[in-house]
């Protein structure tokens, strides 16, 4: 699909993004595993910055609890995240190529999800799913980005740590969501942003005018 919205989409990402960059990040495919807090913030940063492709899986519906850290308004409430998101993100690139999953990951469908990735947010809530969505990808040389601890308000700086070749996981590893350390929107989208950069470092290569001292 290409438009006047389109084209000034990829007119203004040209005045920051030389063209080799744009197209690499064109041709790219992200997978999204959960489209909530992490998911939802992660994919639409993602979407500015250019990537053209994603896969989109999650298995429940918006609810009003979910407006205060979710890329989602209150319209969207009752719908399944998954096709909300897409909604966003082709409201931000109507170019932009989805592939939507409204079902729940489980270890027999993973690789067959994301098998045509080049790398794969990990943004889901339940821990054992969390695991099994990490080994399996790791397992198949697949890589991906975790988030692990981003409760609260205030507390420590998050960081990124790099687990072998393929694993890349971000937070403060020590606040996750709890009693106590509610999932609010600043931590929840810095972790978010943390995730976006992390998979345009995988898909671009470091940026060559960093000072990565």
Request: with cysteine.
């Amino acid at each position: 699909m290409r438009g006047p919205i389109v084209s000034l989409f990829e007119d203004g990402l040209s005045r920051y993004l030389e063209p080799s960059l744009r197209d690499r990040l064109r041709k790219a495919t992200v997978g999204i595993a959960g489209a909530g807090g992490l998911g939802s913030n992660c994919a639409v940063l993602l979407a500015r910055s250019g990537v053209g492709r994603f896969v989109l899986v999650d298995h429940d519906v918006v609810e009003p609890s979910n407006l205060n850290r979710q890329h989602y308004l209150a319209a969207d409430v009752g719908r399944p995240k998954a096709e909300a998101l897409a909604d966003v993100l082709r409201a931000i690139n109507p170019a932009v190529d989805l592939v939507v999953h409204v079902q729940q990951l489980e270890d027999g469908n993973i690789i067959g999800i994301f098998g045509v990735c080049d790398v794969v947010v990990e943004a889901v809530d339940d821990a054992a799913t969390k695991r099994m969505l990490a080994e399996t990808l790791m397992g198949a040389g697949r890589p991906v980005v975790c988030a692990s601890g981003m409760g609260g308000w205030g507390g420590p700086p998050m960081r990124e740590r790099h687990l072998g070749e393929s694993m890349v996981v971000v937070g403060d590893f020590t606040n996750e969501v709890g009693p106590g350390l509610p999932p609010l929107a600043p931590r929840v989208v810095m972790a978010a942003a943390m995730q976006a950069d992390a998979v345009l470092a995988r898909l671009l290569g470091p940026c060559p005018a960093m000072n990565h001292r």
